[in-house]
């Protein structure tokens, strides 16, 4: 804003509205030029800002059409605007963190900050000072203040990963605050009084640790607020194939491949694995497949070995015929064929892709003359 009647009130006025700066007449062009400078400096980092967020927020999208991840979108949802506590629970891998975060993200304390504690890996003499922070000199390597998780995570959320791992004495002192919303540092006579959202989450199960006396009774009510459980891939197999597709095109932009694709059987086998580790254990794979396949197309042959779907054919299915019973050239090549085939399918215990290596043939040409044939394949599980 430029202006020949400048006072403080239309200073004060105009940059209320939006200016970024007000300059009084006569005009002194460096001046302008070194605002107008700043001005679009500042303009870009806001724009950087805003698409550093949408990245942040592209990075924690929750993928899953299934009835369980539908179920845990409406508790998020339902939860999300209150302050109440959450406690998440699941396997490790199965994205619990992603849920705190969500909460977070659909929160009113959004624009504040997510502060992530993961107890289980802060040795048991610095948690505390982890927690609440420490004053100078409280201890012998304190050499300067430290700011504790809780007091950072003031006006927003504080997210306490693996509660489980806190140790009974940890225990006590997190349960004071939440008693009393009040934190002291490690060697300080003061108490700050905070405001933070607590979600904690764990992979075992507490009342079990409750029962054998690791975890304090009263600490799991104050956090059990509001329970949420995150059930295991496994359980949801119908989101495996949404997440492999999902994974495979966010690696192979990050990796700047071109897009590839899963073959119908890959993707089947991958449906069909265990993934003890979860949505973690599958991405690794996935990444892994981007980066060390240089072809377009992941085929059943490309997985890692323990991806392979186990399909085991039963011998029974396929009696071996008479070779000189057939009536025609046709099916006496059919039936040498079969014969042939079963021989090598036992030798190589069944598994196809050796088999078809050492008939050298592909092993789809395999899989289609088996079919053809008659050789029924009967899959485990
Ligand atoms: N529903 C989901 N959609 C996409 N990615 C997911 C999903 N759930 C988990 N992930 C990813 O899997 C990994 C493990 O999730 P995380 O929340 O850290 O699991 P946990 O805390 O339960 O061990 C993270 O990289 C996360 O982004
Ligand atoms: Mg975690």
Not at 71 to 87: D, F, Y
Not at 96 to 106: D, F, M, Q, S, W
Request: glycine residues 6%; contains cysteine.
């Amino acid at each position: 804003m430029i202006s020949g009647h400048g006072n403080i009130e239309t200073a004060v006025e105009a940059t209320k509205i939006g200016a970024y700066y007000f300059i009084e007449k006569p005009i002194d062009l460096d001046k302008i030029l070194l605002i107008t400078n700043r001005a679009l400096e500042q303009l870009s980092l806001e724009r950087e800002n805003i698409a550093l967020r949408q990245h942040f927020e592209q990075k924690y999208e929750m993928i899953g059409k299934s009835t369980a991840m539908e179920e845990i979108r409406q508790q998020i949802e339902a939860a999300a605007p209150s302050n109440g506590r959450v406690l998440i629970c699941g396997e490790n891998g199965t994205g619990k963190e992603l849920v705190a975060r969500a909460i977070h993200t659909l929160s009113k304390r959004k624009m504040k900050p997510f502060v992530e504690v993961n107890c289980a890996a802060i040795p048991e003499d610095l948690i505390e000072s982890e927690l609440f922070g420490h004053e100078k000199g409280a201890f012998s390597g304190a050499t300067s203040r430290k700011i504790g998780k809780f007091e950072l995570a003031h006006g927003g959320t504080i997210f306490l990963d693996e509660v489980g791992d806190m140790s009974l004495k940890t225990q006590a002192k997190v349960l004071r605050v939440l008693e009393e919303q009040k934190i002291e540092r490690v060697g300080g006579t003061v108490t700050k009084t905070i405001d933070v959202r607590v979600i904690a989450a764990s992979n075992k199960a507490l009342e079990k640790e409750i029962e054998k006396g690791n975890f304090r009774e009263d600490l799991y009510y104050r956090l059990n607020v509001i329970p949420m459980e995150v059930p295991p891939l496994r359980a949801r197999k119908e989101d495996i194939a949404l997440l492999c597709n999902y994974y495979l095109h966010y690696f192979c932009r990050e990796n700047r491949k071109r897009k590839k694709k899963f073959s119908a059987e890959a993707l089947e086998s991958l449906i069909s694995c265990k993934w003890s580790g979860n949505i973690r254990e599958l991405k690794n794979v996935i990444e892994r497949l981007v980066i060390m396949i240089p072809h377009d197309k992941i085929d059943i042959d490309d997985l890692p070995q323990t991806y392979k779907k186990q399909v085991e054919y039963s011998e029974t299915a396929a009696l071996e015929p008479d070779l000189f019973n057939g009536e025609s050239l046709k099916t006496a090549r059919e039936n040498f064929e079969r014969s042939f085939i079963i021989e090598k399918l036992k030798e190589n215990n069944w598994n196809i892709s050796k088999t078809a290596e050492s008939l050298k043939v592909e092993r789809s040409n395999l899989h289609r003359k088996m079919k053809l044939l008659g050789i029924s394949t009967t899959k485990e599980e």
